[in-house]
């Protein structure tokens, strides 16, 4: 499989197939440099890959996310408020629960090691057909049902 690349008008190629790509999950590490980013005025690789996103493009933020950005915060509630701002947080159910387990148990027989908030971030996008856009080729790339696009090696 293909790790799907964006180019500069957010079009996903992947194996020669190209088509729209209109809906996201952003994960931990996309946010991570994207609020730095904006905290010290500078343009970097993940407000530069934001602006090449189409404008009806539905961001959502796992809640998983959401906790761990928060467990690494100075000021929880400031953090909250601007995830808020730029996405819509998605919650878990059983769904969830038993699709972050079945990946787990894949990437087990293949010898693999899939971090648990990993799977569920993945389990979360693979149910909401969303695209996964953040920096963790080990946890997302070649994942059966999930699309991945690594922001800082996509073509912007």
Partial sequence: MTTPRVGKRGIRVT???VSPLADYLLDTSFLIDYFNEVAEGTVGPARR????LPGASKLC??????????????DATAVEQELLRLARVVGLHHQHGTRAG???????ARGIRMGENDAWIAATAALAQLTIIGDDDRAF????AVAYVNFRAARV
């Fill in 49 to 52: 890959f934001r602006a090449t």
């Fill in 102 to 108: 079945l990946m787990q148990q894949r990437a087990r």
């Fill in 15 to 17: 194996a020669g197939c």
């Fill in 141 to 144: 790339a070649n994942r059966p």
């Fill in 61 to 74: 933020v796992s809640i998983v996310s959401l906790a761990e950005l928060i467990e690494g915060a100075g």
